[in-house]
């Protein structure tokens, strides 16, 4: 006898929050190859490219509408003066990366970044040096990049080739702050933050959203002390727009744990199961977090701003081509996947987030190898999921059978979806079982009788495939035709393990 499948109803006229597009945003750092060789390859390179950025990779992040991209860091961004990155690049100081023990050449600067935010569409995040740097520093940042001309910083924008104030909106004012940005405590980092943030200018086109470092994993005491002294500040009420969370998935949480020894590619079914267990951890992080937020802003002015997310394995048995650099599988399409359904749940909070790393770095949608740009896995998980950009979330209920691994409960299918303003319903959906199939009715309430169904899916052969130059597209999405779509109710089997998109068109 056929299994009884999981039945789920989409309300689809009954639309909720807005799903924010910058929860698909992506993070580049001056770490390892994610900057040099990864993004930037100069003018100069073999390598095709536009205007030194490799041409691959932007046509790559162009096509998952890449919303957001933050720079420069991360640990890097706390050590960074970025008068080092702006004018004739061959007169910019070579120097040490101490951050992560590299030659820094400041090639790819200021301008070098607003070019691939231009490129590729996306709104550009950046994060100031507040560890290692002044007030003045980071306040003349901010007008070097959005006066209009008429002042020396913006007349040296001008003279450096962008006579236009470039806008930019979204400022991290330091970056883990209680760790590498300055070993921080939360009370002394809130009178830093609000010190700061008080002198970043707001210009005619960009009104500064001012981000605030957040917790790292489960510091409820940061979050506590942060919207106490910087949500509602008395003569400033508006200083703090967002507060940052990072979590990476490595499977050292709850933090009574020993970190794991996880590994991107060598893994079974057990290694599989703590990696989803973890993954949907990030829905409790945001839970308890939020709770705190709601005490003291209740209104959700404060936006949780998730920037830095991701699976973090440890070092492969063989040295990394280059520092942090991991391959990914479609194990790691399944965490992004989970991660992005816990972000749509709390979307009245979590505005923003950025997946650590856009490349070779992490959790990377690429990977670069010489002249060779891969799409790995979870690119594609990002290309499934890029039609809930800025759509309303729907309400999507029904019995979902629970697993446990490592003391953490995760669901056996997560499920979301969504209404776009073109009326399409995209549902998503996350099967994390890596060894049976499940069978499913998707029930639609309140879509007209003549919509159409389209899917796409993404599984693997093996768990462990990826994607190289030799085989690039070993692990893919693909169309999808196995299902039947009668009187507003999908039936369908997925495979173990997949993730799969399906759009309901009027
Ligand atoms: O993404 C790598 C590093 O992880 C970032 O530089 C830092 O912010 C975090 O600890």
Redesign the pocket.
Known sequence: MPPTPITLTVAADQPGPQISRHLFGQ?A?H?GSCVYDGLWVGEDSSIPNIRGLRRDAVEALRAIRMPNIRWP?????DAYHWRNGIGPRDRRPRMRND?WGQIETNAFGTHEFLDLCALTGATPVICGNLGSGTVQEMRDWVEYLNAPTGTVLADERAANGHAEPYGVRYWGVG??SW???GLMRAEYYADEFRRYATYLGNYEKSHLFRIATGP?LDDYHWTEVMMRECSAPRFNPGIMDGLSL?Y?MNGGVPPAKTQRTLHATEFGIAEWRTVMAHAWYIDELITRHSAIMDRHDPAKRVKLIVD?WGT?YAAPPAPARST?CQQQTLRDALVSALTFHAFFKHAERVHMANA??VCN??HSVLLTEGPVTIRTPNWHAFHLFASHQDAHRLPVSGDIPQLEDDGLTYPRLSAAASRAADGTITATLAHTDPTEPVAIALKLTGVPATSRASARILAAGNLNDHNTPETPNRVAARDWHDFKFTDGTLTTTLPPASVAAIAFKP
Not at 73 to 77: K, N, T, V
Request: charged share 10%; with cysteine; hydrophobic share 40%.
């Open positions: 993070f750092e770490l860091g991360g640990c890097f961004a951050t970056n883990e760790g590498c940005g790292g990072h990476y830095e973090w942090l650590a790393q770095v992490l």
